[in-house]
């Protein structure tokens, strides 16, 4: 068996592709994880890591690229600051994204900024989101050794840091500012849309991704970014956002950027922002999609962040928590009385869709994407998961009318 397949899978998996990480980095985690579960052949190993979905989350972890440090580029911090002094004081906290978040360094860091901009804890909030749960275990536990401080400058480190065992772990109100959680950028998108954010780094991931997936990633950011909202990428992607909908903003070596739209309309007042506070960083992490649970880390019944819920999106969301829990069984009997309570609507259709796309049955998931385009031509979250699906089955005629269908959607959207 070649490893063409376990290529493929990661690719849908995560994104990355083989030819821009190289397919020696994915044959050299293979060799690791296939030691590891003392198999020696790719065929028993394909077979487990179908049925096992921890072995999934482990092959994930093997073949990521968790380099990263603290105040890595520097100017994307300042840019950062700047963001949030000009956003300041509009009664809401501050919303910032580190994705990925990696082993940490990047979300402490930024809180580190903030605190020495003068900032108090009450007014940001920063989620840090990783597809791997060995780098968040090593985040959490926050104690870093030499490798993660570069540079000449590590003022920082006196001010925000007790020496340790093994180590250096940021004051415990640097780490109070920063929730983590597992997730994945490109899994299914959350409902109802959470809470946009002021600033999102998204900061070497775009790179181990083809050009297609950088597109829709890209995309994924835009809907999480608010309207002013700032977007940092790092050296290596700042070609892309231009291509995709954004602007640079111009502030050297910082790699930063704004929907094209805000400033087409920079004379004009910022759109208001939030009105409402945001929610508290547990429940902010909710949100979006671990790997390959496509469910998990939804709102349960009773905590979405949108006003008070009605029967039918109750209803919606007490199908997400069984689907989160993995009981598809319960997910399709609550979805056909829902159906039966409610009427057919996109989002019941969609979760059925992804009920039965993680039951490995292809083509009822495929009939209910459909169904829920049907009622919601522009469903872009039914939209990806069904081209995943038709590229996974090989149809690339399929997927590439729905790729140039979100294509259409998002020029759409930009204008
Ligand atoms: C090179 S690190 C970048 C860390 C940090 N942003 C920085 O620039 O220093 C790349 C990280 O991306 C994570 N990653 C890879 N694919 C991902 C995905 N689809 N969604 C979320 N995180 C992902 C990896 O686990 C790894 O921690």
Redesign the pocket.
């Known amino acids: 068996m070649a490893t063409g397949a376990f290529e493929q899978l990661l690719r849908e998996m995560?994104?990355?592709s083989s030819e821009t990480v190289g397919a020696s980095v994915i044959r050299h985690a293979l060799k690791r994880r296939m030691t590891a579960c003392e198999m020696s052949d790719l065929h028993s190993y394909w077979r487990y890591l179908s049925e096992s979905r921890t072995e999934r989350q482990e092959l994930?972890d093997a073949v990521?690229?968790?380099?990263?440090?603290f105040f890595?580029d520097r100017e994307a911090f300042a840019a950062m600051t700047r963001q949030a002094r000009e956003n300041r004081g509009a009664g809401v906290p501050l919303r910032l994204l580190?994705?990925?978040?990696?082993?940490g360094?990047?979300p402490y860091s930024m809180a580190m900024a903030l605190f020495d901009a003068g900032f108090e804890a009450r007014e940001f909030s920063i989620d840090a989101?990783?597809?791997?749960t060995r780098?968040l275990v090593y985040a959490e536990r926050a104690i870093y050794g030499r490798n993660s401080f570069r540079g000449d400058d590590l003022g920082y480190r006196d001010r925000h840091f007790d020496a340790v065992e093994g180590g250096f772990r940021p004051h415990e109100r640097v780490r109070r500012q920063v929730c983590f959680a597992l997730?994945?950028?490109?899994g299914p998108a959350p409902q109802p849309r959470p809470e946009p954010y002021d600033v999102i780094?998204?900061?070497?991931?775009l790179i181990?991704f083809d050009r297609e997936t950088q597109g829709l990633a890209l995309d994924r950011l835009r809907q999480m970014l608010a309207e002013s909202g700032l977007l940092l990428l790092?050296p290596a992607e700042s070609g892309l956002p231009t291509l995709h909908g954004f602007a640079s903003v111009r502030f050297p070596r910082a790699f930063a950027f704004v929907r094209a739209s805000a400033v087409e309309h920079a004379p004009a007042p910022a759109p208001p922002r939030r009105s409402r506070p945001a929610p508290p960083p547990a429940q902010a992490l909710r949100r979006i999609a671990p790997?390959v649970r496509p469910f998990a880390q939804k709102a349960a019944p009773g905590e979405a962040a949108s006003p008070a819920p009605d029967r039918a999106a109750m209803s919606l969301a007490t199908i997400e928590h069984a689907a989160n829990a993995g009981r598809l069984g319960e997910v399709k009997r609550a979805a056909a009385s829902h159906l039966e309570e409610f009427g057919p609507s996109a989002e019941v259709f969609y979760l059925l869709g992804l009920a039965h796309d993680a039951d490995d049955a292809p083509s009822d998931a495929i009939q209910n994407y459909r169904k829920a385009l049907y009622l919601a031509p522009d469903h872009r979250q039914a939209l990806v998961q069904l081209k995943l699906l038709l590229q996974r089955q090989g149809d690339k005629a399929g997927a590439k009318a729905l790729t140039d269908r979100l294509d259409r959607i998002a020029k759409r959207s930009d204008v």
């Open positions: 995560i994104g990355l994930i990521v690229v968790p380099e990263t440090w890595r580190s994705l990925p978040c990696s082993t360094e990047e989101i990783d597809v791997s780098n997730g994945n950028l490109l780094f998204c900061r070497n991931l181990y790092g790997p």
